[in-house]
């Protein structure tokens, strides 16, 4: 396989390799594990991002639900950014798979 190498030079010049092994590795052989059956059986530290995002969406769903049920939570912005703001909180209600 012949492959452009850019040198250091200041010219900006490159050079051609030959004979450059391809880029894909062997295949594994047919008697190599790929995982040892104690780290497939070990499945301690897999239940920590379904609480993570559980944790999320209850915090997004909960800001979405204040922005759109209190009368004062933009009220700090002028009212054409504040219909903006509430319909951007519907829109995340309504995308959240809940």
Avoid: C, F, W
Avoid at 7 to 19: F, N, P, V
Avoid at 42 to 62: E, H, K, M
Avoid at 74 to 85: C, I, Q
């Amino acid at each position: 396989m012949k492959v452009r190498n850019p040198t250091a030079s200041k010219h900006g010049r490159s050079e051609d390799l030959e004979d450059v092994p391809a880029a894909r590795p062997a295949p594994p052989e047919a008697d190599t594990e790929v995982l040892p059956a104690a780290e497939v059986r070990d499945l301690r530290g897999r239940q920590l991002p379904v609480v993570y995002i559980s944790v999320l969406a209850i915090l997004v769903i909960s800001a979405a639900l204040y922005g759109l049920v209190a009368d004062d939570a933009y009220r700090l912005v002028s009212p054409l950014t504040r219909e903006t703001r509430r319909a951007q909180d519907a829109v995340t209600l309504a995308s959240m798979p809940v």
